[in-house]
């Protein structure tokens, strides 16, 4: 097929969710994908922060070979053990929090969301769910409700009741609003699609007393930010904050679609048969892959290199913001979760197609921001080259 061919079948049949590029990508290798004319390209989006070892990652590969060759899906799914899913647990055990015991997998991110909301009413006898204002936690009707964005929210209306919203990083604002009636706070330790947002060293301790205090289980959505996306293998666990709830997805398979829950002891031990399921439940194929992805993340310290490479992005952005004050508001993000925030939303657009012209795929986000969420195992010159390009795409636009 050709890209002609390709275009021309996504447009005519496929759901009109997306302003698409027009670029059809046919293969990767680590940071780079090529398109089915050969161009190569450089992609610091990671699949919207999924492919975390690199495309075409030959480990990930090798799993899915080896499992599929065995077994897909158990018979009756959950209700049959599976030595993959064990594994993976026995894994999972090593790289939590220790005191978040028991896991459930799912299939994404907003799955593993809305079960850990649901749960937390039946735990607490109690129906409100507090969230923050510029939040994402996913697509589904009760996440939707749960986003503090209301461009993904408003035109669903009427959404879940008993959703409300308090000031990210505000401790007040929370303390005002937690009452005999909040189940839960959902919270992303980092905002990642509300434009990066980093909370002062003191809150997400500060939140977990309160929730506490409150009777109110606290969870945290690693959606975006586990599996060493930002260094440490998750953001609370690292500060040493006892949540409820951790739900995960995007890095934990590398790309392959998968995500979960864990939870403490006390909260899955107010749980009961039948009080949540599906029908994959962590199928033996999604079990291995992740296993997979997530050894490869200890066994090659993948954390160190994300915090080396994240040291020198922000080194370089710093540059740039000081070289293009009357372009660049700010730099922020931790690891390699990082934002550009321009003066102004045309100004991001243009840097951003500027940068595609290049072969460079970066994501632009809450309109004046420019995302990069490279692979976190990428390399210096890869990095670079990179880096190069946005460079040369902001000389442009600012110059
Ligand atoms: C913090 C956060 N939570 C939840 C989600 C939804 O995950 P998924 O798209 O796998 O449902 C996302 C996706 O971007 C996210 O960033």
Redesign the pocket.
């Known amino acids: 097929m050709s890209s002609e061919t390709t275009f021309k079948i996504e447009d005519k049949y496929m759901a009109p969710f997306f302003v698409k590029q027009q670029i059809s990508i046919e293969k990767g290798d680590g940071v780079f994908v090529w398109d089915e004319e050969g161009n190569r390209y450089i992609d610091f989006t990671s699949g ?2 999924v492919t975390c070892i690199g495309h075409a990652q030959p480990v990930i590969t090798e799993a899915l070979l080896n499992q599929s060759r065995k077994i897909i899906q158990n018979p009756n799914s959950g209700l049959t053990y599976s030595p993959a899913r064990a594994g993976l647990l026995a894994l999972m055990k090593e790289v939590l929090p220790p005191h978040l015991t028991h896991v459930f997998f799912s ?7 809305d079960a850990a909301i649901k749960l937390a009413r039946k735990v607490t006898n109690r129906l409100d769910v507090i969230s923050t204002h510029q ?6 009707i009760s ?1 939707a409700s749960a986003t503090g964005q209301a461009s993904h929210r408003e035109k669903f209306n009427p959404l879940m009741p008993n959703y409300r919203f308090v000031t990210y990083g505000d401790l007040d604002d929370l303390a005002q609003a937690l009452d005999e009636d909040v189940a839960a706070f959902i919270i ?1 330790p980092i ?3 509300g434009g990066v947002h980093l909370p002062s060293e003191k809150y997400l301790k500060e939140v977990e007393r309160l929730c506490s205090k409150n009777g109110t289980l606290l969870i945290t ?5 586990g599996f060493c996306r930002t260094g440490p293998m998750f953001v609370t666990g690292s500060m040493g904050v006892k949540v409820d709830f951790l ?1 995960m ?2 890095g934990i398979a590398g790309g392959f ?1 998968f ?1 979960g829950f864990a939870m403490s002891k006390k909260v899955a031990s107010r749980l009961e048969i039948g009080d949540h399921g599906g029908t994959y439940c962590g199928n033996p194929l999604g079990c291995a892959v992740a296993h997979a992805v997530i050894k490869y993340l200890v066994d090659h310290n993948v954390s160190a290199n994300v915090e080396t490479m994240g040291g020198i992005c922000l080194a370089t952005m710093g540059q740039w913001k000081e070289r293009y004050p009357h372009a660049i508001k700010d730099i922020r993000g931790k690891g390699l979760l990082l934002l550009i925030e321009f003066a102004d939303p045309d100004m991001a657009a243009r840097v951003s197609d500027g940068c595609l012209d290049r072969k460079l795929f970066v994501r632009q986000t809450q309109g004046n921001g420019i995302r990069v969420f490279p692979a976190l195992n990428i390399k210096e010159n890869e990095l670079k080259e990179g880096l190069g390009i946005m460079q040369a795409a902001i000389e442009q636009v600012a110059g």
């Open positions: 919207w922060g299939n994404s991110g907003a799955e593993a969301n939040s994402f936690h996913g697509r589904t996440t992303e905002q990642g699609e959505d690693e959606v975006q930010t739900t997805a995007k679609p995500g």
